[in-house]
């Protein structure tokens, strides 16, 4: 939580001002975009589009999602990473956070010698970065606190922070400056609800409808204060009192969240307070913007349109710690269709063995998950997952199934 005396919108401007912070490329957009493009994308995922997002090989016919993989932030994010490393070529260089959720990308920055701000019993230790060093703001943001660090020491900051999470927080500053609190359908610990809520000066953090439909109930019929607290603990600004400071509520979302559920969460809460104060008051009480992200929403559409084919299997590939990719797997599950978290080529282990991460669970290995003969297989990956990887576990599969057809 900021300080309620301090002034974030006119901390972000002074710090827009300041030349020791940068937010646009340096000049080197072209080398860097024939380096990733060498490093990240994929002629087969070239070619399955142009097949109208279909191929067959053998025992085996892939359907890919016709919305996957990077999306515009996260390559900005990554290219502005790569121009970094090219325009400071002997400085230091950190960035606070992955840069994005997938550990490929994240590995390849470190083999440029970008370094990652070490977590030490839960907090970001600092003390690594001096005034001479540059240090990388991740496409998810970073908080106000860290970004008053930085520019209290003087380095060189790099900001990459996607233009829909700069949105989400604009929307935080709306509520602010009317004193109603942000309700944030999101995840507490994850890194861009943390900026997020850094921005209020009351905040309560809401996974889900579940949480939410609580949170409706406690304004319309009052509770237990001390059984609300403990339920959301950890997920609310300091000093945050439900009897006081859900009379006025703001809708607020981490932008990987499902789409659908941000919008019932708000309309939820809309029909809350009309109920609670009525029409004429409802804009005293309420206040709700459009900051559902456009690639967020295209893959979680092409998604939900990938399931309606008849599948046997379904591989959505990202970092386990991928709130859009975790996401993307929910769609596959509610249609009962067997499916496969994995994050690169290394999780399969042959034909028999797939190291993946069920839903809300632990990572597992997980016996005969490829079936025999003639296979249809849905493919799709979250927006921090280049094409390289996701060629990688479609021309294993296709590897695997070929083996077994010559031992049959």
């Known amino acids: 939580m900021s300080d309620p005396n301090f002034n974030t919108k006119a901390f972000k401007r002074s710090l827009h001002e300041s030349a020791?912070?940068?937010?646009?490329?340096?000049?080197?957009?072209?080398?860097?975009?024939?380096?990733?493009?060498?490093?990240?994308?994929?002629?087969?995922?070239q070619e399955i589009r142009q097949s109208n997002y279909q191929l067959q090989r053998g025992d085996v016919t892939i359907h890919l999602a016709e919305a996957f993989g990077f999306c515009w932030g996260v390559e900005r994010a990554v290219a502005m990473a790569y121009e970094t490393r090219k325009h400071f070529p002997k400085e230091r260089i950190w960035i606070t956070n992955?840069?994005?959720?997938?550990?490929?990308?994240?590995?390849?920055?470190?083999?440029?010698?970008?370094?990652?701000?070490?977590?030490?019993?839960?907090?970001?230790?600092?003390?690594?970065?001096?005034?001479?060093?540059?240090?990388?703001?991740?496409?998810?943001?970073?908080?106000?606190?860290?970004?008053?660090?930085?520019?209290?020491?003087?380095?060189?900051?790099?900001?990459?922070?996607?233009?829909?999470?700069?949105?989400?927080?604009?929307?935080?500053e709306r509520h602010k400056?009317?004193?109603?609190?942000?309700?944030?359908?999101?995840?507490?610990?994850?890194?861009?609800?943390v900026a997020t809520s850094s921005f209020a000066n009351t905040y309560l953090v809401v996974l889900n409808l579940?949480?939410?439909?609580?949170?409706?109930?406690?304004?319309?019929?009052?509770?237990?204060?001390?059984?609300?607290?403990?339920?959301?603990?950890?997920?609310?600004?300091?000093?945050?009192?439900?009897?006081?400071?859900?009379?006025?509520?703001?809708?607020?979302?981490?932008?990987?969240?499902?789409?659908?559920?941000?919008?019932?969460?708000?309309?939820?809460?809309?029909?809350?307070?009309?109920?609670?104060y009525g029409p004429t008051e409802l804009n005293e009480h309420f206040m709700?913007?459009?900051?559902?992200?456009?690639?967020?929403?295209?893959?979680?559409d092409a998604m939900l349109e990938l399931v309606k084919k008849d599948l046997d299997l379904m591989m959505v590939i990202g970092g386990f710690n991928s709130s859009n990719t975790t996401h993307l797997q929910e769609i596959a599950i509610e249609k009962d269709i067997p499916s496969y978290h994995i994050?690169?080529?290394?999780?399969?282990?042959?034909?028999?063995?797939?190291?993946?991460?069920?839903?809300?669970?632990?990572?597992?290995?997980?016996?005969?998950?490829?079936?025999?003969?003639e296979i249809v297989v849905g493919i799709t990956s979250g927006a921090s997952t280049p094409d390289k990887v996701v060629e990688d576990i479609i021309e294993k599969i296709f590897q695997l199934k070929a083996k077994t057809a010559v031992k049959v």
């Open 20 to 45: 020791n912070y940068h937010r646009k490329g340096f000049g080197h957009q072209a080398e860097v975009t024939e380096e990733i493009n060498l490093e990240y994308q994929s002629s087969l995922i």
């Open 288 to 300: 709700s913007f459009n900051t559902i992200c456009d690639a967020t929403q295209e893959r979680q």
């Open 210 to 276: 579940e949480e939410a439909n609580y949170v409706s109930n406690y304004i319309l019929n009052g509770g237990n204060k001390e059984d609300f607290l403990a339920k959301f603990k950890k997920a609310y600004s300091e000093g945050f009192d439900p009897d006081v400071n859900l009379e006025r509520v703001g809708i607020a979302n981490q932008t990987t969240m499902l789409k659908t559920e941000t919008e019932t969460i708000g309309k939820l809460f809309e029909n809350t307070m009309l109920q609670k």
């Open 98 to 172: 992955e840069i994005i959720h997938n550990p490929s990308v994240n590995q390849r920055l470190q083999e440029m010698n970008v370094g990652f701000i070490e977590v030490i019993e839960g907090k970001k230790d600092f003390s690594v970065v001096n005034s001479k060093d540059v240090v990388i703001l991740p496409a998810f943001g970073a908080s106000v606190s860290e970004m008053q660090l930085l520019n209290d020491l003087g380095c060189t900051m790099v900001d990459t922070t996607c233009p829909w999470v700069s949105k989400v927080w604009n929307s935080v």
């Open 343 to 373: 994050d690169s080529v290394d999780r399969i282990i042959s034909g028999k063995r797939v190291k993946h991460k069920p839903l809300n669970k632990e990572i597992e290995v997980k016996e005969n998950w490829l079936p025999d003969g």
């Open 177 to 193: 400056k009317k004193d109603f609190t942000s309700i944030i359908h999101g995840k507490y610990k994850h890194e861009e609800t």
